[in-house]
């Protein structure tokens, strides 16, 4: 049986699958490391290892260790995340970590180092992968967040998207932090600075549907209020007509008033427009929607 992907692991692997500048590469991995790194020391010197629950993100984080430095590598299967089910992959990798952490610039701040739009969108990319989710496309309740154990590193990714005018949120859930956005069109912004165009065209496609959905349903549930509204008045104009037909009060009327309980009586649902018309039509005699409106007062007053 084919599992369905959800929209938030498409988004990483249209991440893992797109085309970077060196810069780029150099970007995401130096965002994943800060973010993921953990270091193991055993009888044969030091590994780094790096974990996710989706296989791909590890081949990516793996092809970009050997696309630019000389390493070597190992991918294994870790077992079941017990909180949430999910498969654990790990990358294990093994080389000259020294040449790496200055090639890098792992010892600096990210403020120091991120500085170029290349630079910053490849960190995102990189922070999302490693620490990030969003809700589904087709989810009434938009959100996407970026989770961290590092306040400082997160409070870095804040800073960039400000300069990108994107609001994003710094919060915590118990002993960890996260950065949220709940707004649809800064979650728009967001897919489309980090590149993963096929996303933001789905998340916009189904706001689109799921808006006008919502637009159409408000307007037929304030037809069917009208209706309801008119169909009421209708229905006491009828009462209060069939009370005075036979009545001296009513035969003195004029004539026009006369032909408006005329029609009233056989057009209990139409409204005030529409008897103005059925005068023209009927008895070729022109009134306004005003003056069928005095007449319904008129008739009320009685």
């Known amino acids: 049986m084919e599992i369905k992907q959800t929209f938030s692991e498409k988004l990483k692997n249209e991440l893992c699958s797109n085309l970077y500048s060196n810069q780029a590469q150099k970007a995401i991995l130096y965002s994943f490391l800060s973010n993921s790194l953990s270091i193991s020391l055993t009888s044969k010197g030091e590994i780094w290892e790096l974990r996710s629950q989706f296989f791909f993100i590890i081949k990516f984080m793996s092809d970009l260790f050997i696309e630019l430095y000389d390493v070597k590598k190992s991918v294994m299967f870790t077992g079941i995340n017990k909180i949430n089910n999910h498969r ?59 989770r961290s154990n590092n306040v400082a590193y997160l409070l870095f990714v804040q800073t960039i998207l400000n300069k990108f005018n994107i609001s994003i949120t710094l919060s915590q859930r118990r002993n960890h932090y996260f950065l949220y956005i709940k707004k649809s069109y800064d979650i728009s912004d967001f897919l489309k600075l980090i590149g993963a165009n096929n996303s933001m065209l789905e998340f916009e496609d189904t706001k689109i549907s799921r808006d006008l959905f919502t ?88």
């Open 215 to 302: 637009q159409m349903n408000r307007l037929n549930n304030l037809d069917i209020s009208n209706i309801k509204k008119t169909t009421s008045a209708g229905n006491k104009q009828i009462e209060k007509i069939k009370q005075i037909m036979n009545t001296e009060v009513y035969k003195k009327q004029n004539k026009k008033f006369k032909l408006f309980c005329q029609l009233r009586l056989e057009n209990r649902d139409a409204s005030l427009s529409e008897l103005s018309k059925l005068f023209l039509e009927k008895y070729n005699i022109k009134i306004n929607r005003t003056s069928i409106n005095h007449y319904v007062i008129k008739l009320m007053n009685f």
């Open 88 to 146: 654990i992959y790990m990358l294990r990798v093994t080389g000259n970590f020294q040449q790496i952490i200055t090639d890098l610039g792992l010892s600096k701040k990210p403020i120091d180092l991120i500085k170029k739009p290349v630079q910053m969108k490849g960190f995102l990319v990189g922070a999302f992968l490693s620490g990030g989710s969003i809700s589904s496309s087709t989810d009434r309740r938009y959100h996407l967040e970026i």
